[in-house]
């Protein structure tokens, strides 16, 4: 069995009397695409950033490589998170630039593949454009772009594609894939059955905090008496619409 970049190990988070995640242990093994689901309010974004050393857990550890995650670590990390941040007064390719530098390029290097990446994502004439003249659809191409740069080992993307047209999403997805045949681990938040079922190996659905689904997607389809994921969110939510 593929040894595991992450492990989640009898996590719980409490926040006051509120328990948002309830002794919760997963693993994602390296070089899989790991589907991290569930409606709103589910966990998600509190599990990871647990295990990016943004709360300290309640209860459990949580490691990557064995070890608690550190910035200065030896995992290459690239992060995309659904809250968006980009110092949008600036160029956007000098924002590029600017990550680059952070991610251990040259500033030669990063620039050459920020104007690569622009280009085929059809904003090569947007470089020298201040980031806040974007769309929100081209600042989300621009985030992807620095997310991926340097090719990390490990990904997290958070609502990657969400906003974009089918064209857009289809190209963003092409790019993640090409990541994946590199060998980088990538754990994926989304809304969108159809990308977890082109995308993922295996999955966690989340509800409450806790473990409503585990594993690969056809153990977790055979288990629902082969439903399509969209029908299994469905059925363990209840029919609600809170996701």
Same mark, same amino acid.
């Given at each position: 069995?593929?040894?595991?970049?992450?492990?989640? $190990?009898?996590?719980?988070?409490?926040?006051g009397d509120t328990?948002?995640?309830?002794?919760?242990?997963?693993?994602?093994?390296?070089?899989?695409?790991?589907?991290? %689901?569930?409606?709103? =309010?589910?966990?998600?974004?509190?599990?990871?950033?647990? %295990?990016?050393? +943004?709360?300290?857990?309640?209860?459990?550890?949580?490691?990557?490589?064995?070890?608690?995650?550190?910035?200065?670590?030896?995992?290459? !990390?690239?992060?995309?998170? &659904?809250?968006?941040?980009?110092?949008?007064?600036?160029?956007?390719?000098?924002?590029?630039?600017?990550?680059?530098?952070?991610?251990?390029?040259?500033?030669? $290097?990063?620039?050459?593949?920020?104007?690569?990446? !622009? &280009?085929?994502?059809? %904003?090569? $004439?947007? +470089?020298?454009?201040?980031?806040?003249?974007?769309?929100?659809?081209?600042?989300?191409?621009?985030?992807?772009?620095?997310?991926v740069m340097n090719?990390?080992e490990l990904l997290?993307?958070?609502?990657?594609?969400?906003?974009? /047209?089918?064209?857009?999403?289809? %190209?963003?997805?092409?790019?993640? *894939?090409?990541?994946?045949?590199?060998?980088?681990?990538?754990?994926?938040?989304?809304?969108?059955? &159809?990308?977890?079922?082109? !995308?993922?190996?295996?999955?966690?659905? !989340?509800?409450?905090?806790?473990?409503?689904?585990? =594993?690969?997607?056809? *153990?977790?389809?055979?288990?629902?008496?082969?439903?399509?994921? $969209? /029908?299994?969110?469905? *059925?363990?939510? =209840?029919?609600?619409?809170?996701?």
């Amino acid at each position: 069995m593929t040894k595991a970049i992450i492990s989640v $190990d009898h996590f719980t988070m409490k926040f006051g009397d509120t328990t948002v995640i309830d002794d919760l242990s997963f693993e994602v093994r390296r070089g899989e695409t790991f589907g991290l %689901l569930g409606s709103n =309010g589910s966990g998600k974004t509190t599990t990871i950033r647990a %295990l990016l050393g +943004a709360y300290i857990p309640t209860a459990g550890k949580l490691t990557i490589n064995g070890k608690p995650y550190r910035v200065d670590g030896s995992v290459r !990390l690239g992060y995309l998170p &659904e809250e968006r941040g980009l110092y949008k007064k600036e160029s956007v390719i000098d924002t590029m630039v600017y990550f680059g530098r952070l991610k251990g390029m040259s500033a030669r $290097d990063a620039r050459a593949w920020s104007q690569q990446y !622009l &280009e085929r994502v059809e %904003l090569g $004439d947007k +470089a020298g454009i201040r980031l806040d003249k974007l769309s929100g659809g081209q600042q989300q191409k621009v985030q992807l772009g620095i997310t991926v740069m340097n090719n990390p080992e490990l990904l997290i993307l958070d609502e990657p594609t969400k906003g974009f /047209d089918p064209v857009n999403r289809r %190209l963003l997805m092409d790019i993640i *894939e090409e990541h994946q045949k590199k060998g980088a681990t990538a754990i994926y938040i989304t809304h969108q059955m &159809e990308e977890v079922e082109r !995308l993922c190996d295996r999955i966690l659905l !989340l509800k409450n905090g806790n473990a409503a689904a585990y =594993g690969t997607v056809k *153990e977790v389809k055979k288990k629902y008496g082969g439903k399509s994921l $969209d /029908d299994i969110f469905v *059925e363990i939510y =209840g029919g609600r619409d809170n996701a």
